[in-house]
DNA sequence: CGGATGATCTTTCCAGTGTCAAGATAGAAG
DNA sequence: CTTCTATCTTGACACTGGAAAGATCATCCG
C-alpha cells in the first residue's frame, strides 16, 4: 500500500508477499474491505499513541501545541495509511473495533482542547476550529500543496506547519 | 463514481452507460489515470466558478468568508468529486490541465486572503491558515466527523461549518 | 486413547477488470 | 478519388476479488 497507493494494493500481491496463497487473506478478513478496516483501525491505534507520546507530560495550550504537531507529523509519516483511515472509500466505517480507535484518538484531541481552553464543559465550537485546522494542515502537506515562504526552509515538512498550529492553539487559546 | 465511490468506478461500467464499447475511453483517455485526471480538472473549473459565484463583489472579509462557504459549499455538494481532485492517487499530478485549474482555484483563495488581510504582498502563514482551516472543515464535513452541539440543527451540514468559516476569516483580519 | 471441533490454509473456479494491438468506419482535406 | 485522421470495435491477455469445497493439523473432551 506505502508503495504504490492505496488503489493498487492488491490482495494477491498481499498473499504472495506473505508467502501464502491468494485466499489466505480472504478467509481472516472476510474481504479486501475487512483487511483494510482492520489495517485504518491500528492506524488510529497508532496515532493515539503517537499523540499522547508527543504531548507528554504538558499542560495547558502547551499541550493542545503538542497534539496538534503529533497529529500532523504522523500524518506525514504515513500519509498513506492516514488517508485510508480518514477518507478512503474503501473502509467499512460501521466497523465497531475502527469506530472505537477512531474514537479514542478524537478524546485525545477534547482533552487537549479542554486544557487549552480551561474550560470544564466541551467547547463544541473549539473543538472544530482545533480539528479542521489541524486536519486541513495534515492534509494539504501530505498532498504537498503548501510551499514554503521566500526565505523559508522546505526541507521538513512539519517545519512548514509549525506557525499555523501555533496561531491555531493561540486563538482558541483566547476564545471565549 | 459518485454513485459508489473512486474506487468502484470501472472503465467497462463507463462504456456501457455511454453506450460504447469497452475500449472506447482508453482511446480518448489513454488509461483510466488519464480519465480521472481529465474529471478532476473539471472538477476544479468547477471549484472555482462556485466559490466565483459566492463570492460576487464582496470586499474586504467578508469576500473571504464567502470564498470559504463556496469552497465548502463545493466539497458537500460533490464530495466524491472533490476527494478526487485533492487527494486520490489515481490521478496524475504532473498533467499540466490539472495544474492549471488548480492553480486557478488557488488564486481565488489567494486574492480572498489579501482581500481581508489588506496587504498587498502576499501573507504565506495568513495562506496557510485559511487554507488548512477551510479545508479541513470540508474534509471533515465530508466524513461527517463532526457533531452538532446540544441544540444545534443538523439538517445542514454547512451550517455546521459556518461558525468556524467565519472565526478563521476574523482570525486572519486581525492577522499582524 | 480417539473422535469431534475449529482454525488455517489450499485448490479450483468464475465473472469482472485494465490495457493492448489490430482492424473497421466514416467524414474531411487535398 | 485518394489520403488522413478521429472514432470506435473486436478480440485477446494477464490480472483481480471472491466463492465453494476440501485438506491439514493442533486442541479439547470424554
Known sequence: MRERGVHAFSLRECARRAGVTHSAPGHHFGDITGLLTEVAARGF???????????GDAEGSSALHRIGRGYVAFAVSDPVIFLLMFHSDRVDRGNPKLQSAGAEAFGELVSAVAAATGKSSRD????????????????????????????????????????????IVHTIATFR
Chains 1, 2 share one sequence.
Open 45 to 55: 491505534e497508532r496515532l493515539t499513541a503517537r499523540m499522547r507520546a508527543e504531548r
Open 124 to 167: 463544541e465550537d473549539a473543538l472544530r476550529f482545533a480539528w479542521s485546522g489541524v486536519h486541513g494542515m495534515a492534509m494539504l502537506l501530505i498532498d504537498r500543496r503548501l510551499k514554503p515562504a521566500p526565505g523559508e526552509r522546505a526541507s521538513d515538512p512539519l517545519a512548514l506547519a509549525e506557525g499555523t498550529i501555533a496561531r
